[in-house]
């Protein structure tokens, strides 16, 4: 029997007076069915495969399936609605990631707001971005980049996954903070792109490193600097972009999320149970064969990580006069 809303605030105005071992006692274990796990990228997606290896290990500790639910389109921007727009029960949650606070930078009339409507329940991990160039271009190092590009603007060609992607948006920031100017060459994902920076037709690209690091070992590309504040585990030493370029920062991440309204004790329980799976070995090493480093954070932790990405990506947004297609 489904309570109304009215009844169910009776319900929980009563129980308020009642012994809170009485209340625990009473009180509706979560979860007693399947949870929905939203997934705005398709199957076998970078995303969609650490959201199947968190979903595992969740299903184990909750007791109960996470079904993952792939919703791609609209820069996940679909899924993104329909989990801002569901019932805030802990049944529907969201796999959220670092297009979401592009995404609310890059445009201006959505169903929702990202920062308003989902909830941060767990940060998962973060994925660095590397700094990569074709063995032809003459750079080897930052500083021999940036003189290269100023003295040839226009010329060198800067592959993304698309625009709006975080590979795009980390080469926008470079030349935020750099002043150089490069075209910026959008694909249909970030594989093609990958492809076409090993053959040379573009010359720069800003990738996450473990798409990148077998050409990277190979010898077919050249990395000049990590996009993260700390050296990457896959290459412990290649610098932080940050030495040369002060205040840069471009990482991809992942986390969980649900609709705003969620009760805090879900939240709470299920931030829990995310941060003993990452702790947990058989999951940690799973991630880094993804080339995802474990980044276990509190709700307000993790909000707070999410408003600082969307500020800087609204910054960036802004000056680069970025339009979503």
Known sequence: MKLTRRAF?????????????????????????????????????????????????????????????????ASGNIATELAAKARPDGYTLLFTLSSNAINAALYDKLNFNFVRDIAPVGSIDRLPLVME???????????????????NPGKINMASGGLGSPQHMAGALFQMLTGVEMLHVPYKGAGSALTDLVSGRVQIMFDVVAASIGFIKADKLRPLAICSLTPATMLPDIPPLANYVPGFEAIAWHGIGAP??????????????????????????????LGAEPAPMTPAQFGKFIDEDTQ??????????????
């Open 9 to 73: 605030l009776q319900l929980t105005a009563g129980a308020a007076a009642l012994p809170a071992f009485s209340r625990l006692a009473r009180a509706e274990p979560y979860p007693t069915r399947p949870v929905r796990l939203l997934v705005g990228f398709p199957p076998g997606s970078s995303s969609d495969l650490v959201a199947r290896v968190m979903a595992q290990a969740l299903s184990e500790r909750l007791g109960q399936q996470i079904i993952v639910d792939n919703r791609p389109g």
């Open 260 to 289: 705003a309204a969620t009760p805090p004790e879900i939240i709470a329980k299920l931030t829990a149970e995310i941060n003993a799976s990452l702790a947990a070995p058989t999951v940690a090493e799973t991630l880094a064969q």
């Open 133 to 151: 160039v074709n063995p032809s271009v003459p750079a080897k190092t930052v500083p021999e980049f940036i003189a290269y590009a100023k003295a």
């Open 312 to 325: 800087r990506w609204a910054k960036v947004v802004k000056f680069a006069h970025i339009k979503p297609e």
